[in-house]
C-alpha cells in the first residue's frame, strides 16, 4: 500500500476511517529527514473564488450548527493552498509488492524506534489494552504506520486543506463533510483552530484520523474534557485507535495472523480473503507455522499468498478483519500485524522473496543504491526499494557511462557499478 493515496480516500467514505500512511510513504530517498522546508504552495495564497466559495459556505455551515464564532475562529488565517490540489490530483497510482511494501513500513530502523517507543509508553499502552482489549504492540503498530510513531503527524491546517478541496471540487462533496466535522470539533473545545494539523487531505494526529471519524471514534482517555490527537503526548490518539479497532470487531486475546508454510504443490486457488477454513482444515492441507509449533485455533482462517507461491505467506484471522477497518488493504494489514510482532520482539519473516522483475534481489537493490551514491549519483537512502530518486540516479549513471539510459535496474548496472 503500496496501497494509493486516493483509494485509501475513497474507501474512508464507506469504512469511516481514513490513513494516509504519512509515515508509509518513502523508498529511493523519497524524503530528506531533518530537513525543514516550507514549501509556497502549500501557504494561503490570493483566490476570489475560493473567497465567494466560503462566504456561501458560511450559511451551509450555520444551518447544521456551527457558530459564526467558531467560523470567524476557524478561518481567521485560513485560505487555498494550491499544494493541496496538486497532490490530490496529482497522486501516483500504483501498487507496491509486499517485500517493498514492507521494506518501507517495518524496516529494521521502524523495528528499532517502535520497540523504543512502546518502551516509553508501555504503561498507557498497557492500561489502554486493559480498557479495549487491544494488545499494546498492535496499537503501537498502527501509530508507526500512520505517523511513525508521533514524528510525521502532518503540519498543513486542516481547515485550509479541508475547505481547499470542498471548493476545488473534484471531491466536494466529501471534503465539506470533513470541514463541517473539523468546525464541530474546534466547536466543542477539542483543539483549537490554529493547532489543527494534520496530512494534506486532512488526517490528523498520531493515527491520522480524519475529522469525521474523529467525532465517531475518538475518546478522552483521561477525562480531562479533550480528545487531544494532536499534542506530544499521544495518549487519546492511541486510545481511539484501540477504540476504533474494538468497535471493528477485534476479539480480545485472539492473534491477528502468523506467517505460514505451505507443502510443495499446494492448491494456491485455495488462498485468498473469503476462503475461510477452520485451522484444523489448514493444517490437513499440509500448512504449518513458520516459526515452529501448532497452530493457534482463533477461528475461522484464510490463506494469503501475495506474492504467489514463491513468496511468504500468511494465515489471518478475524483480527485481520479489524485491522482492514482502518485501511482496506491486505498490504497494511500484513504490515500492521508483522510490525507489531517485531515490536513484540519476534524476528524477520521466515521466507524468503522471489527475485523482481529484473531478477534481483532487495539486497541486489540496497547495493545499486548504495553505490550508486558512492560514486556521486544520489539515490537515496539504500532500502531497496526504487521510486523516483533511484530512477534518476539510474539515468544519470548510465547517460555519464555511456550506456541506454532506462532509468531501469539489472544484473549488468549491478555489476557495471563494482
Known amino acids: 500500500m503500496q496501497v494509493t493515496r486516493r483509494a485509501m480516500i475513497a474507501n474512508s467514505a464507506a469504512v469511516g476511517a481514513v490513513t494516509l500512511l504519512s509515515g508509509c510513504m518513502g523508498g529511493g530517498g523519497a524524503q530528506t529527514a531533518g530537513v525543514a522546508r516550507v514549501d509556497p504552495m502549500l501557504q494561503p495564497q490570493p483566490n476570489p473564488g475560493y473567497d ?108 485550509s486543506a479541508t475547505s481547499t478541496l470542498a471548493y476545488d471540487g473534484r471531491r466536494g462533496g466529501f471534503f465539506e463533510k470533513q470541514l463541517i466535522a473539523a468546525l464541530k470539533i474546534i466547536q466543542n473545545g477539542d483543539v483549537r483552530a490554529s493547532e489543527m494539523t494534520g496530512s494534506w487531505a486532512g488526517a490528523m494526529g498520531h493515527t491520522q484520523f480524519i475529522p469525521t471519524t474523529y467525532l465517531l471514534y475518538a475518546v478522552d482517555f483521561r477525562g480531562d474534557g479533550q480528545r487531544d490527537i494532536w499534542s506530544e503526548d499521544p495518549t487519546d490518539g492511541l486510545a481511539s485507535t484501540a477504540a476504533y479497532l474494538s468497535k471493528s470487531g477485534w476479539r480480545r486475546g485472539q492473534p491477528w495472523g502468523l506467517e505460514v508454510r505451505v507443502p510443495t504443490g ?115 537512502t539504500p532500502d531497496g526499494v526504487f521510486g523516483k530518486k533511484t530512477e534518476a540516479a539510474i539515468r544519470a549513471y548510465q547517460q555519464a557511462n555511456g550506456m541506454a539510459v532506462t532509468g531501469e535496474p539489472s544484473k549488468a548496472l549491478l555489476a557495471s557499478l563494482g
Open 52 to 159: 465567494a466559495w466560503v462566504t456561501a459556505f458560511r450559511g451551509r455551515a450555520q444551518a447544521q450548527g456551527i457558530s459564526a464564532g467558531t467560523l470567524n475562529a476557524a478561518f481567521r488565517g485560513a485560505g487555498f493552498l494550491p499544494g493541496v490540489v496538486e497532490r490530490d490530483r496529482n497522486q501516483t497510482e500504483f501498487k507496491r509488492s509486499l517485500e517493498d511494501y514492507l521494506a518501507i513500513t517495518a524496516s529494521e530502523e521502524k523495528v528499532r524506534a517502535g520497540r523504543a517507543a512502546l518502551a516509553r509508553r508501555g504503561s498507557v499502552l498497557s492500561e489502554i489494552e486493559a480498557r479495549y482489549g487491544v494488545p499494546a504492540n498492535v496499537v503501537a503498530a498502527v501509530w508507526g504506520m500512520e505517523s511513525q510513531y508521533g514524528t510525521r503527524k502532518g503540519d498543513i491546517p486542516v481547515i
Open 266 to 380: 499446494f492448491n494456491a486457488g485455495l488462498a485468498g480473503r473469503g476462503k475461510g477454513k477452520s485451522v484444523s482444515d489448514w493444517a490437513a492441507l499440509g500448512v504449518t507455522a513458520a516459526r515452529g509449533g501448532p497452530l493457534p485455533d482463533a477461528g475461522a482462517a484464510s490463506l494469503l499468498m501475495p506474492m504467489g507461491a514463491s513468496g511468504p505467506a500468511f494465515l489471518v484471522f478475524r483480527n485481520f478483519n479489524a485491522i482492514l477497518r482502518y485501511n482496506n488493504s491486505e498490504n497494511y494489514g500484513i504490515g500492521v500485524g508483522y510490525l507489531s510482532d517485531r515490536l513484540a520482539g519476534a524476528g524477520p519473516l521466515r521466507s524468503s522473496f522471489p527475485p523482481d522483475r529484473y531478477g534481483l534481489s532487495i539486497e541486489d537493490r540496497k547495493r545499486i543504491q548504495a553505490r550508486l551514491t558512492a560514486k556521486g549519483f544520489d539515490a537515496g
